[in-house]
């Protein structure tokens, strides 16, 4: 009979065992790493959820901006999160408000280490730029110091898996509002671009709404108001940068506009280009009568904190008809020429720019073809005006008026267009009646022509119509007296003119 014997137990190595703690700890550490962001994920599901993280997360806000946020309630709804309103002060000198505040967060993102954040949005968003008077220095928290605040709660071997970056993939606001300066945008659609950690800037689209400017125009109840069409802009943490927009104002004008705003220093500059913009608009009852046509131009404006705003413009009328002028219908009686009844202004342009209490408008040129051209600068203080011009005019439009060409249009103009004979001109007065001193010398050159041209020059009903006003109706028709009979008239009539000479020596032309 053999004899069962029992296998040998064999004792364990402390090696061994220590060699399988080690492999239970890769397993273990395995394990955490591979669990750690669905724990982390776990832990901000729940964290977001509580009232804490609404303190946090306006704390946070006002670390950022150096402002005061305040956020109302904050709801989730699955991943999506709802903040009923939010306001924040001082931001930098900009106050905020919001209606509406929506997001979305995608969780899922969290385990490969980035917060994104998806169909973020407002219902309504106010930017404001606050008076200086009630600005003060940003007082806000330490913005590590919140961050770490923020996850103290969470154990330290899982605080590296919280990620440390952030994608937003648009922002949109249906209606955004702004104001600084007297400039205000209302109720436009914003739509931001994607933005993600490193980013310096975003591009940002708008549409629809208006834009109101702080300027308001001669004859306007109210300042400058325009449709916004569309906007395209960059926004960074220094800057505004408006590349392009455009604008229209009264259906039928347009308006393209580049520009910038300085958050930093309030410094703003716009450059923007006009056509189509009906002159009547800014003209009084009385001019309204008497200017017509549309107007288009560059206009340049710009401004700084507690500072007044600076501008200067170019501006084109188009389509210019110049009608029922005083001075228009003597032209026309005078020169027998009716053309200067309705002057259509091929070229009507100048500069404009302010100069004290008054405005400056220089480089003006006012031209009727095969008519007659004016240069000029004139200034506008109130309702008075006072300008310098060189007119010219052809030399057809001048033989119905004795001594016009030879004592009146004797100037030079080397600028100006060959051609024409030029003179210069002084007009001075309310604006609804402007008076001229070109008439008075023209009367003066009659009266000279009367005594010293042959008396062929003199016999035409503009000689005569130049002196009624001056000489009364009986004596203006002496120079065609003076060559209806024989010699002895003609000695009479150049003793009468002798005896007219000294009524109008007051208004000769001056050399």
């Known amino acids: 009979m053999h004899r069962r ?6 004792k364990s190595s402390p090696l061994r065992w220590l060699g399988g703690l080690a492999a239970l700890t890769i397993i ?5 790493n591979l669990l750690a962001p669905t724990l982390v994920t776990r832990f901000i599901r729940a964290y977001v959820q509580k009232e804490t993280f609404r303190e946090k997360a306006a704390e946070l806000i006002a670390a950022k901006t150096g402002g005061e946020a305040h956020l109302d309630s904050l709801t989730w709804n699955d991943d999506n999160a709802l903040v009923s309103e939010m306001q924040l002060e001082g931001a930098h000198g900009w106050d905020v408000e919001a209606v509406g505040l929506h997001a979305a967060l995608d969780f899922g993102a969290i385990r490969n280490g980035m917060w994104s954040i998806h169909s973020a949005g407002a219902d309504e968003l106010t930017l404001r730029r606050q008076p200086a008077a009630t600005r003060q220095n940003p007082a806000g928290a330490d913005s590590a110091t919140i961050n770490s605040d923020a996850v103290s709660s969470i154990p330290s071997f899982l605080r590296r898996h919280i990620p440390t970056k952030t994608e937003i993939s648009g922002f949109d606001v249906r209606h955004f509002n702004f104001e600084q300066a007297g400039w205000k945008i209302t109720e436009t659609d914003v739509k931001a671009a994607a933005w993600e950690s490193g980013k310096t800037s975003v591009p940002v689209k708008l549409s629809g709404g208006s834009l109101q400017t702080p300027f308001k125009a001669p004859e306007q109840a109210e300042a400058l108001k325009l449709d916004l069409v569309k906007a395209t802009l960059r926004v960074t943490d220094e800057q505004i940068q408006l590349s392009d927009a455009t604008l229209r104002w009264k259906q039928s004008s347009e308006a393209t506009l580049r520009g910038s705003v300085k958050f930093e220093t309030g410094a703003w500059q716009t450059f923007t280009h006009v056509q189509a913009v009906p002159l009547d608009e800014f003209l009084n ?6 200017l017509s046509g549309k107007v288009k131009g560059d206009l340049e404006f710009s401004g700084s904190r507690n500072m007044p705003v600076a501008w200067k413009a170019d501006a084109v ?28 202004l091929d070229i009507c342009q100048a500069s404009f720019r302010p ?7 220089e480089k003006i040129i006012v031209q009727s073809n095969g008519l007659l051209r004016i240069e000029g600068t004139m200034t506008l203080r109130g309702r008075m005006m006072e300008g310098d011009f060189m007119v ?4 057809e439009t001048l033989k119905a008026i004795p001594g016009a060409d030879s004592l009146i249009f004797t100037q030079t103009n080397p600028n100006g267009p060959p051609g024409l004979l030029w003179t210069s001109v002084h007009v001075a007065g309310p604006l609804d009646a402007p008076q ?3 008439s008075s010398r023209l009367i003066g050159g009659v009266g000279m022509s009367l005594l010293f041209d ?12 130049l002196l009624k006003p001056v000489l009364g109706e009986d004596a203006a028709k002496i120079p065609s007296k003076v060559i209806e009979g024989a010699s002895g008239l003609l000695e009479n009539g150049v003793k009468t003119g002798a005896g007219i000479l000294n009524q109008v020596l007051p208004i000769l032309p001056q050399k």
Do not use: M, S
């Open 436 to 438: 001229e001193d070109l």
């Open 454 to 465: 042959t008396p062929g020059k003199i016999v035409n009903q503009g000689a005569e119509t």
């Open 28 to 32: 273990a550490a395995i394990t955490l």
């Open 392 to 395: 010219g005019v052809t030399p």
């Open 285 to 290: 009852a009385w001019w309204k009568q008497r």
């Open 5 to 10: 014997t029992r296998p040998t137990r064999r």
């Open 355 to 361: 100069e004290g209490d008054a405005l400056r408008i």
């Open 317 to 344: 009328l188009e389509n210019g008809v110049l009608q029922g002028l005083p001075v228009l219908e003597k032209l026309a009686t005078y020169t027998h020429v009716e053309r200067f009844k309705r002057l259509v």
